[in-house]
Nanobody, 116 residues
Protein backbone atom coordinates (compact mmCIF):
# COMPACT_ATOMS: atom_id res chain seq x y z
CA UNK A 1 0.00 0.00 0.00
CA UNK A 2 1.21 3.52 -0.85
CA UNK A 3 0.16 6.67 0.96
CA UNK A 4 0.55 10.08 -0.64
CA UNK A 5 0.51 13.31 1.38
CA UNK A 6 0.19 16.55 -0.56
CA UNK A 7 0.83 20.07 0.62
CA UNK A 8 1.38 23.58 -0.70
CA UNK A 9 -1.93 24.60 -2.23
CA UNK A 10 -3.60 27.92 -1.53
CA UNK A 11 -4.98 31.18 -2.85
CA UNK A 12 -2.71 33.41 -4.93
CA UNK A 13 -3.06 36.30 -7.33
CA UNK A 14 -2.37 35.99 -11.07
CA UNK A 15 1.33 35.98 -11.83
CA UNK A 16 2.34 34.65 -8.45
CA UNK A 17 3.95 31.30 -7.63
CA UNK A 18 3.20 28.21 -5.57
CA UNK A 19 5.12 25.03 -4.85
CA UNK A 20 3.28 21.77 -4.33
CA UNK A 21 4.85 18.80 -2.55
CA UNK A 22 3.82 15.16 -2.44
CA UNK A 23 5.49 12.72 -0.08
CA UNK A 24 5.01 9.03 -0.77
CA UNK A 25 5.30 6.37 1.89
CA UNK A 26 4.94 2.64 1.75
CA UNK A 27 6.36 0.13 -0.70
CA UNK A 28 8.01 2.20 -3.41
CA UNK A 29 9.87 0.65 -6.32
CA UNK A 30 12.76 2.43 -7.99
CA UNK A 31 10.97 2.06 -11.31
CA UNK A 32 7.98 4.31 -11.16
CA UNK A 33 6.40 7.48 -12.45
CA UNK A 34 5.29 10.31 -10.19
CA UNK A 35 3.15 13.13 -11.37
CA UNK A 36 0.55 15.78 -10.90
CA UNK A 37 -2.94 15.96 -12.34
CA UNK A 38 -5.62 18.57 -11.83
CA UNK A 39 -9.37 18.81 -12.00
CA UNK A 40 -11.17 22.09 -12.38
CA UNK A 41 -14.79 22.43 -11.35
CA UNK A 42 -17.04 20.78 -13.92
CA UNK A 43 -14.14 19.41 -15.94
CA UNK A 44 -12.35 16.11 -16.28
CA UNK A 45 -9.11 15.38 -14.51
CA UNK A 46 -6.13 16.20 -16.73
CA UNK A 47 -2.41 15.58 -16.69
CA UNK A 48 -0.20 18.46 -15.58
CA UNK A 49 3.27 16.91 -15.44
CA UNK A 50 5.04 13.62 -14.83
CA UNK A 51 8.57 12.55 -14.02
CA UNK A 52 9.92 9.02 -14.20
CA UNK A 53 12.69 7.28 -12.31
CA UNK A 54 15.14 8.44 -14.96
CA UNK A 55 13.98 12.04 -14.36
CA UNK A 56 12.44 12.28 -17.79
CA UNK A 57 9.65 14.85 -17.63
CA UNK A 58 6.43 15.39 -19.53
CA UNK A 59 4.22 18.48 -19.38
CA UNK A 60 0.82 19.54 -20.57
CA UNK A 61 1.14 22.22 -23.26
CA UNK A 62 -0.81 24.65 -21.09
CA UNK A 63 1.85 24.65 -18.35
CA UNK A 64 5.08 24.30 -20.33
CA UNK A 65 7.60 27.05 -19.53
CA UNK A 66 5.67 27.96 -16.36
CA UNK A 67 5.64 24.78 -14.25
CA UNK A 68 8.55 22.56 -13.27
CA UNK A 69 8.28 19.05 -11.84
CA UNK A 70 11.12 17.57 -9.83
CA UNK A 71 11.68 14.73 -7.41
CA UNK A 72 13.82 13.78 -4.47
CA UNK A 73 14.19 10.03 -4.75
CA UNK A 74 15.75 9.69 -1.29
CA UNK A 75 12.63 11.25 0.21
CA UNK A 76 10.14 9.69 -2.25
CA UNK A 77 8.86 13.20 -2.79
CA UNK A 78 7.76 14.97 -5.95
CA UNK A 79 7.43 18.74 -6.30
CA UNK A 80 5.59 21.01 -8.67
CA UNK A 81 6.90 24.55 -8.91
CA UNK A 82 4.21 26.71 -10.46
CA UNK A 83 5.20 30.16 -11.70
CA UNK A 84 3.19 32.73 -13.56
CA UNK A 85 -0.08 31.30 -12.31
CA UNK A 86 -3.22 32.15 -14.25
CA UNK A 87 -6.89 31.99 -13.24
CA UNK A 88 -7.30 29.00 -15.54
CA UNK A 89 -4.83 27.09 -13.37
CA UNK A 90 -7.45 27.05 -10.61
CA UNK A 91 -8.20 23.42 -9.77
CA UNK A 92 -7.73 20.64 -7.29
CA UNK A 93 -4.27 19.22 -7.86
CA UNK A 94 -3.72 15.51 -7.29
CA UNK A 95 -0.46 13.66 -6.81
CA UNK A 96 -0.13 10.32 -8.57
CA UNK A 97 2.31 7.45 -8.31
CA UNK A 98 2.36 4.62 -10.83
CA UNK A 99 4.37 1.55 -9.96
CA UNK A 100 3.50 -0.38 -13.09
CA UNK A 101 0.50 -2.43 -14.13
CA UNK A 102 -2.54 -1.63 -12.01
CA UNK A 103 -0.45 -0.24 -9.15
CA UNK A 104 -1.74 3.32 -9.41
CA UNK A 105 -2.15 5.57 -6.36
CA UNK A 106 -3.66 9.02 -5.81
CA UNK A 107 -3.37 11.67 -3.13
CA UNK A 108 -6.35 13.39 -1.54
CA UNK A 109 -5.89 16.56 -3.59
CA UNK A 110 -4.93 20.11 -2.73
CA UNK A 111 -6.83 23.21 -3.86
CA UNK A 112 -5.06 25.85 -5.91
CA UNK A 113 -7.01 29.04 -6.52
CA UNK A 114 -5.70 31.87 -8.68
CA UNK A 115 -7.77 35.00 -8.35
CA UNK A 116 -7.38 38.74 -8.01
Amino acid sequence: QVQLVESGGGLVQPGESLRLSCAASGSISAFYVMGWYRQASGKQRELVATINSGRRTNYADSVKDRFTISRDSAKNTVYLQMNGLKPEDTAVYYCNVWLGGTNDYWGQGTQVTVSS
